[in-house]
């Protein structure tokens, strides 16, 4: 066997296993409901016309969700809180969670909606503090799957 | 008429008696010797004159003495003397009675015109009277005076007589005039009468005429009518028998048909060729006929005494075809019946002019009845036909429609039931071809397929023709590509042509449209029809297609006289000619091809596949389509053209179609394409913005992004076609929608507003519908449910999703 056909047959067999792995995690994530159906359809939405649309828009949801928990801590660090602002933001956070498929989130947001609608801050409180987390943990695997997709592409497969 | 014979000869014997004693008196003055028997005589006369019943007394009395001079017995002079005073008297007084006895009877009748002469006859017999009583005087010795008085009135009695007999002279001729005029005028009366008489006859018979022609016309029952006749003609004429003949239907006889007594006449019948009855015929009068002849032995000879006279009369017998439109009826009819009277035997009676004429009047009325009546039986028999047909008609018509709908209905039910399972099998040989299969298994289910497509073709084909036929198909309109129709066929076609090792060559000409509206799926099928023929029936060779523009030259070369396209604004006739190098058609076949059912002997034999519906299919079409298809081939061996024009429409502008390109969506399945299609997305969310900017992009859609109703106000244009807005964010989207529609009013192009949110309660629903939006969908939306819901926007143009 030569050097480049030795490096290729490795070649395959990392690509292989890299696949499996990114198979694997991205089935993870689904099973364990940080992702669901509508991250499927934003995937099939991904072609030749438009190569990096998943990773497009979950930057831009990362960056509008930011934005809106920083708002909305704004917003009930405040004396008097302006309940209706806060459910508008959770609103709009609600929305972007679902294009995604962000399951959780859109979960959390839900409840937080209700508890605005009562007013309840501490429940309000509450919700944030799990919005952020769940936020927080859906971004690292994201990226972590973006990660594995990137060397994938690296190592020579199409999707 | 005796007694006037008594009366003149009486008179004359009186005055011939005067006369001669007057002649004696003169000859002999002396009293002595008067012929006195003479006297005698004359007295005798004079009496009988006036009174007839004493005449036989006087007669009597004076028989007694006879005149023959002999002397008597008793002194002759004395009788003498007695007897001329007797006679003196008695004549003095018949002298006397008779004036009396004229005025008296002239005074009872009025009309005696010669008074006058009565007068002077009066007054001459009055001297005459008084002559002879003055005579009585003058027997004895007499005076003077008396003398006188005798000579006075002789005098005047011969002067009264004179004149008397002068006048009498005139008045006499004048008397027998009038006798002989009086005998002139009663023959006049008598003449008069008679005609009188005729007269009232000809009027009797004239009545009997009309009354008999009233009774003839007043039935158009040909029965009716001669056995009226022979009655009426009977009584009126008071016949023994009367009887028609009438011709047999082979013409050589005449059979007696009615006769007036006996009352079922016996069919006798009688040659007619007879002298006789060709004498009849002959003349339009009525001819006397022997009573021996053939048609006048009706009777048995009973009478001892000669039969009476018999009279025959033809009836001509009228058909239709003699009466002209302004002609009389032709008088050269050759049928006659002969109608035969016989007056009764033993009354010696003869057969009148006047009667005769009635008789040939009767004729010819009952002629003219005869052919009314034949004329109504036409009429009446032809309207029965007539009602005949018609109803035979009527049952026909039912019968065919309930035929035609009993097809209609057996095509209907058949097309349904046909073709399901034709689908079945088809569908599943189609997705058995797409599983594993061994070559074999392969093989297998291609046949199968080509089978069942075949099949379904002619399903189709038979329904397809059915309905053609009955004119209910439609021709669909719509623009197709027609570049791309040619080229689908020679697709089609090449498998097969590359098999027989045909060469296959499509022409299309530079100046022919690339798009046309018209039925593209019929067009195919003709096209294919016609070029699947010429392949079909070429062994080897080429087979070459060629599109054109039918140019207004090229009409007249077109073999069929009567086809005169008119090309027209926005319409192209279409030329296609299809060549082949095949077996050729004979000439005589041509026709025939395009009937269906029809089977050329020749290509039967070769080919079992074809019911020979296809081109008459396609005939149908392209008539359907205002074109004409032809077929010309010089003959068996020289191979076939067929050459149809078709009338297209062109579209005016060539981007109004959606010009269907299929987008490679990773080469793995057909999307529904909405190329092009422009759209609006608005939504204030970033993320779903994108999300479904991407969706939509991803169907081929040519999207727009704003994040604001103010934004989407200024962009939004009749360039889009949809409109996707989200409507979770407040009511800004309901009055977005407003404004859109009040940008847009009354336009149907305007683009069509669809809500996409996230909400599922019902308000928002009501919500959008109240605005007037055109559709509401919920998110999240995946590729499918997007290309599902644009594709029923565009079709349907409403599309709100349950929720």
Redesign the interface.
């Known amino acids: 066997m030569t050097k480049t056909e030795s490096n290729k047959t490795m070649d395959v067999n990392v690509m292989v296993q890299l696949q499996r792995q990114l198979v694997d995690y991205t089935a993870s994530l689904f099973h364990e409901g940080f992702l669901d ?2 991250f499927n ?2 995937q ?2 991904q ?4 190569p990096d ?1 998943v990773v ?2 979950v930057t ?2 990362f960056e ?1 969700a930011e934005r809106l928990l920083n708002e909305l801590t704004k917003a009930l660090s405040q004396e008097s809180i302006d309940f209706k602002r806060l459910d ?1 933001h959770v ?2 956070l ?3 969670s ?4 962000a399951q959780r989130i859109h979960r959390v947001c839900i409840s937080f909606r209700n508890s605005c609608e009562e007013q309840n801050v501490e429940g309000c409180l509450k919700s944030l503090q799990q919005v952020k987390q769940e936020y927080s943990l859906v971004k690292s695997k994201l990226e972590t799957l973006f990660k594995m997709e990137q060397q994938l592409l690296a190592a020579g497969f199409s999707r | 008429m005796e007694m006037q014979l008594t009366v003149t000869c009486f008179s004359f014997s009186h005055f011939y008696c005067l006369l001669c004693h007057h002649l004696v008196s003169f000859l002999h003055p002396t009293p002595t010797h008067p012929p006195n028997h003479i006297k005698g005589l004359a007295s005798l006369v004079d009496c009988s004159y006036v009174k007839e019943e004493e005449s036989a007394k006087v007669v009597q009395s004076i028989t007694m003495e006879s005149c023959n001079c002999i002397e008597p017995q008793w002194p002759a002079d004395e009788l003498l003397m007695k007897y001329q005073y007797i006679s003196d008297f008695f004549i003095a007084l018949a002298y006397f009675s008779i004036p009396l006895e004229l005025i008296y009877f002239v005074k009872k009748s009025a009309v005696f015109p010669y008074r006058w002469v009565l007068v002077q006859f009066g007054a001459f017999i009055v001297l005459c009277g008084a002559t002879h009583l003055i005579n009585l005087w003058t027997f004895t010795m007499h005076t003077r005076t008396v003398a006188i008085v005798m000579t006075t009135a002789k005098v005047l009695t011969a002067v009264v007589s004179c004149a008397t007999a002068l006048m009498l002279v005139h008045i006499i001729p004048d008397l027998l005039s009038v006798k002989t005029r009086e005998l002139f005028l009663k023959n006049k009366a008598a003449e008069l009468d008679r005609e009188m008489g005729l007269i009232r006859t000809q009027e009797e018979t004239g009545r009997h005429v009309r009354m008999l022609t009233h009774e003839i016309r007043s039935t158009l029952d040909r029965h009716t009518i001669l056995k009226t006749t022979l009655v009426e003609l009977g009584r009126t004429l008071g016949l023994e028998e009367c009887a028609l003949w009438m011709p047999t239907r082979t013409g050589l006889e005449l059979q007696l048909s009615y006769t007036l007594r006996q009352h079922n006449p016996v069919g006798y019948t009688v040659p007619i060729h007879h002298p006789v009855i060709n004498q009849v015929f002959s003349s339009n009068r009525a001819v006397k006929i022997s009573p021996n002849c053939p048609v006048a032995r009706l009777r048995p000879h009973s009478g001892k005494f000669l039969p009476g006279e018999v009279v025959a009369v033809r009836v001509p017998l009228l058909h239709l075809s003699n009466f002209q439109i302004y002609d009389w009826p032709e008088v050269s009819t050759r049928n006659y019946a002969l109608m035969v009277l016989m007056l009764p035997s033993d009354s010696a009676r003869q057969w009148h002019v006047h009667e005769l004429e009635l008789v040939e009047v009767v004729a010819d009325q009952v002629a003219v009845a005869l052919s009314h009546a034949a004329i109504l039986e036409e009429s009446m028999r032809a309207r029965d036909m007539l009602m005949e047909q018609n109803i035979a008609l009527d049952l026909a018509r039912r019968e065919a429609e309930t035929a035609i709908r009993a097809r209609n209905d057996f095509l209907a039910v058949m097309n349904h039931e046909m073709r399901t399972p034709m689908h079945a099998i088809i569908a599943l040989s189609s997705l058995l071809q797409e599983t594993e299969l061994t070559a074999e298994q392969r093989l297998m289910v291609e046949t199968i397929l080509k089978s069942s497509n075949l099949l379904a073709t002619l399903i189709n084909d038979v329904l397809d023709l059915s309905r053609l036929e009955d004119g209910s198909l439609q021709l669909e309109e719509s623009t197709f590509n027609l570049h791309s129709v040619f080229k689908e066929v020679l697709n089609l076609i090449k498998p097969i042509a590359s098999v027989k090792k045909l060469s296959l060559t499509l022409q299309i000409a530079a100046d022919l449209p690339v798009y046309a509206i018209g039925d593209e799926k019929r067009l195919t099928q003709t096209i294919l029809n016609v070029v699947g023929n010429a392949v079909k029936f070429s062994k080897e060779g080429n087979v070459s297609i060629t599109a054109f523009v039918a140019k207004p030259e090229s009409f007249k070369d077109a073999r069929i006289p009567d086809f005169l396209p008119v090309p027209s604004d926005g319409h192209f006739y279409l030329q296609v000619q299809v060549k082949d190098s095949g077996a050729g058609i004979n000439p005589q076949d041509i026709p025939k091809l395009f009937t269906k059912f029809a089977q050329n002997q020749t290509l039967a034999t070769r080919n079992a596949a074809g019911s020979g519906l296809g081109l008459a299919i396609c005939k149908r079409f392209v008539n359907l389509m205002e074109g004409q298809i032809w077929i010309e081939s010089e003959g068996t061996g020289k191979g076939c053209t067929v050459t149809f024009m078709v009338k297209l429409g062109i579209p005016d502008r060539p981007n109004e179609s959606k010009l269907p390109y299929a987008p490679k969506v990773q080469g793995n399945h057909v999307s529904k394409n909405f190329a092009g299609l422009k759209v609006l997305v608005m939504d204030d969310n970033g993320v779903s913005r994108t999300v479904t900017k991407g969706l939509l992009m991803h169907l081929g859609c040519d999207v727009t992004t704003v994040s604001s109703s103010e934004e989407c106000l200024r962009v939004v244009s009749l360039e889009h076609k949809v409109v996707f807005m989200d409507v979770c964010t407040g009511l800004d989207g309901y009055e977005l929608a407003v404004r859109i529609h009040e940008k847009f009013t009354k336009r149907l192009d305007r683009p069509l507003i669809v809500a996409l949110t996230g909400n599922t309660n019902k308000v928002t629903k009501e919500n959008c519908m109240r605005v007037g939006m055109n559709g509401l969908v919920l998110k999240p939306v995946s590729v499918d449910k997007m290309r599902g819901v644009l594709s029923e926007l565009l079709e349907r143009r409403v599309l709100f999703e349950t929720i």
Do not use: P, R, W, Y
């Not at chain 1, 072609?47 to 438009?50: A, K």
């Open positions: 159906e509508q359809q934003l099939q939405l072609d030749e016309t438009n649309f497009e828009v831009l949801f509008d508008a609103h709009q609600k929305g972007s679902s294009s995604i498929g």
